[in-house]
């Protein structure tokens, strides 16, 4: 059985406030995207083979087969529901370290498809909360669709974002990682004068002015490439730019088919789809 998990961009993101356990309250709008991986998985009959065998292929890393989220999501499934050996091909196109969770969607997918395939009866709430645990917007991939997300990014609440629709996105993935861990180092956290929820229901041409993602700051600071990306796609025309998550993907919103993309930014990662 094959799946292809997607990707996500985030339409602002606010750091609210520290928590008592280390981590950092967030809030942000998630919004799928059709830049996919591809994942399959095929169930093994010798029950002394390697209880999740997976292979990767796409010419985008990913280090340690053991430490990777699908594997991750294999186990967490395989200690609540029974479940055989299986083989796992993954298929990387979502970049790594680009805030566009291409980990946490290939790990939230591969609970969706053990789920099916092996008829396990679980529903969105069971899947979701297996999800948590395993990244914080990883809960987000099961239903996959426009949400506000608050606490560390797991308390989710659809939301409809009629503003876009129709509107060209473009991605670009410049050479750079950011450490996750390192930005929320350099986050002064805040409470926002207005909401995500309540800017992304606004006219699209507001939010270059009132939409914004407290990373950019630090990563702007540290790789000025990405404000040059930024700087570029509003002089292409884009009527919205922001980066992603932590970065360190950079995306723009079109009202027409932008058409100089690659030019733009040659020998880097770009993708170009209509929302």
């Known amino acids: 059985m094959i799946i292809s998990p997607c990707c996500k961009i985030n339409l602002g993101l606010n750091v609210v406030a520290e928590r008592e356990d280390g981590y950092h309250d967030i809030e942000t709008v998630f919004y799928p995207v059709r830049l996919c991986d591809t994942l399959s998985v095929e169930p093994q009959s010798n029950e002394l083979q390697t209880v999740c065998a997976l292979t990767v292929s796409g010419n985008i890393p990913i280090g340690n087969a053991d430490d990777n989220s699908v594997v991750k999501a294999y186990r967490l499934v395989a200690s609540q529901h029974k479940l055989p050996p299986v083989k796992v091909e993954l298929h990387k196109n979502i970049p790594s370290q680009a805030g566009l969770g291409g980990g946490s969607a290939d790990a939230a997918f591969m609970i969706k498809l053990l789920n099916k395939q092996f008829a396990l009866g679980m529903g969105n709430d069971e899947m979701r909360r297996i999800a948590a645990r395993i990244g914080a917007d990883c809960a987000f991939f099961i239903d996959s669709q426009p949400c506000y997300a608050t606490g560390v990014g797991e308390r989710l609440e659809p939301l409809n974002l009629p503003a876009i629709k129709g509107y060209y996105l473009a991605i670009v993935k410049p050479d750079v990682a950011i450490s996750t861990a390192e930005a929320y180092s350099h986050i002064a956290s805040r409470k926002p004068a207005k909401s995500c ?79």
Do not use: C
């Open 197 to 275: 929820r309540e800017i992304v229901n606004q006219p699209l041409e507001t939010w270059k002015s009132e939409l914004s993602n407290d990373f950019e700051e630090f990563a702007f600071a540290r790789h000025p490439i990405l404000a040059e990306i930024k700087k570029r796609f509003y002089s292409a025309g884009a009527v919205y730019s922001q980066m992603s998550g932590s970065g360190s993907a950079m995306f723009a919103l079109f009202a027409s088919e932008p058409s100089s993309i690659t030019e733009l930014y040659p020998g880097l990662p770009t993708f170009v789809t209509q929302l």
